[in-house]
């Protein structure tokens, strides 16, 4: 048998004499170890929640009038400044345009003010009033811009459409180019100057588009629209 190896403490003293000038002074095991902190917890991959369904809309047109009222509508706003729709559901003839003006929510009426005034001429040229069609609007309420924004536009013309199913007219006329998207899907100057038929659920409804009741303030633009509603006229035989 060999000798065993015989450790000179010397040459140690001079080994970990060395490491200590280099700026070693903890001894380190073999095990890893994480010098930078303690492990952060383990984070798991976010799982979005599933997007509700919005809830059915109503399937009478009386119960949908209080539904407007109070239901989380896009660019609806808060119930208290909100405008119900007005005038005879059974009249034939309804009336749709984009969002309350502020005038309309002091009055709590739609085309209400010096609008109106042109508005009830317009109508009794054709031997209405506002007792004699049913008056209604896309959003119910106001957002602060004072247009309804794109992304709101899809919601609002299921709404709007299950609206027009439910009040099931004759005619119907269009004001604006937000009503004429949500309804024919088109802008209203592409749908003006002709007559169109709308096929919600199997109730068939002649609808023209015009412009906005703020520019049927100009001669031009309600000269159309007077022509617009000839055509509609002319294609119930009403």
Known sequence: MGQAATIDTADIASLTGWWRLAGVD???GEEPRRWLGEPAAETK?????????????P??????????????????GPPRRRVRPSGDPAAGLMILTDLPELADIDAGLLIAGELGAMFERMLARLDRSRDTVYLASLSPGRPPSGRIAAAALDRLGEIARHHVGLAAPRQLWL?????SRAILGTDQFAAAGKLHTVNLDGVMIDAIATAHPRRLEKPEDRKRAWADMQRLIAGTGA
């Open 26 to 28: 903890t001894a380190i």
């Open 45 to 57: 991959p976010t799982v979005a929640a599933p997007v509700e369904a919005p809830a059915p809309l």
């Open 59 to 76: 399937v009478t047109l009386e119960v949908f009038a209080d539904w407007l009222m109070s239901a989380e509508i896009p660019d609806a």
């Open 175 to 179: 004001m604006g180019d937000a009503a």
